[in-house]
């Protein structure tokens, strides 16, 4: 709590270890102090929990509960690191790197979580008369909306993670559909030789990725680019941000004819959904960032 000192008292408290510590070559302490590693470890928790308790208030946080902090995070991630490089123990630079870039790569396909939580189900009906009649004005813009480069290759990743999600319903779908005339990876590289923008699926590829169709890749880089361009209308709509993307791709978007047969056509539906979720969750991700590593900076330099 704001004032309480205990962060004083915990300062104090390394300070003490450490005095503690280099008096164990003093015989009247031998036998009685900390070993080195212990009160490392000790001073360092000391440290680092007073230094984030006047953080979290400094923050306007009411209080810290420091009790309930702890490393689990940062244990699983070099979990994760370590099981990335084959299950060796100790991991290097350049493996730390490749592993935080799929890592962070994985989570471009992550469309699963509710991002705001005003973006729930409503009973009540919705009006789209006004984010129509808005969009119509931006028309000829959305329709001519790009991507740049990076985002091109990031656009291809995600559509080799549609289709696999689309496959996944074979028991819902036919074989007509194009989205089952695609091919393999390795197939796929070998018929088309060339550059191309897949170099973020090059990075992840150990053999099970989808490589999209020439096709199904450009209608969802159209997706992304309209959904980017039109981000701040729909936000500013008063509308779900879910149900007015929806309301948007089912205007602007593609054709069923990409994906579906004419039997499957309301599977589309699936395809803008995945998508609009996909996105959202990457938009509210990167505003979170920017705001932890404001926080950093902002810690740092204290």
């Avoid at 000391?46 to 209080?63: G, K, N, P, V």
């Avoid at 009649?133 to 559509?159: C, G, P, R, W």
């Avoid at 993307?245 to 039997?263: D, H, P, Q, R």
Wanted: proline share 3%.
């Amino acid at each position: 709590v704001h004032g309480d000192n205990k962060p004083t008292f915990l300062r104090a408290m390394a300070n003490w270890v450490e005095s503690w510590t280099e008096s164990r070559d003093d015989e009247s302490w031998r036998g009685i102090s900390l070993t080195p590693q212990t009160a490392n470890a000790l001073t360092q928790t000391c440290l680092s929990t007073a230094d984030l308790c006047d953080d979290l208030i400094s923050e306007d946080f009411d209080y810290v509960l420091s009790s309930r902090l702890n490393s689990d995070p940062l244990e699983l991630r070099y979990s994760q690191y370590r099981q990335m490089s084959g299950g060796r123990f100790l991991v290097g630079l350049r493996e730390v790197k490749n592993s935080e870039r799929i890592i962070v790569l994985l989570t471009l396909i992550d469309e699963k979580i509710d991002f705001w939580e005003e973006d729930s189900l409503k009973l009540q009906p919705i009006d789209f008369s006004s984010l129509t009649n808005t969009l119509q004005e931006h028309s000829d813009a959305i329709f001519f909306s790009e991507l740049s480069a990076e985002s091109m290759e990031v656009a291809k990743y995600i559509a080799g993670f549609l289709v696999k999600k689309l496959k996944s319903l074979d028991k819902e779908m036919c074989h007509v559909c194009p989205v089952f005339s695609l091919q393999g990876a390795s197939q796929m590289e070998d018929e088309a030789p060339g550059p191309s923008c897949s170099t973020y699926i090059d990075i992840l590829n150990r053999g099970g990725l989808q490589i999209p169709s020439p096709e199904i890749t450009e209608a969802v880089r159209d997706c992304i680019a309209r959904l980017s361009y039109i981000e701040g209308i729909l936000q500013r709509s008063g509308i779900p941000i879910r149900a007015a993307a929806m309301s948007m791709l089912k205007t602007y978007g593609i054709s069923y004819s990409v994906f579906f047969c004419e039997l499957h056509k309301k599977k589309t539906d699936t395809v803008y959904l995945t998508l609009a979720n996909i996105f959202f969750n990457n938009a509210h991700r990167a505003i979170t960032d920017e705001r932890r590593v404001q926080s950093v900076a902002a810690f740092k330099e204290r």
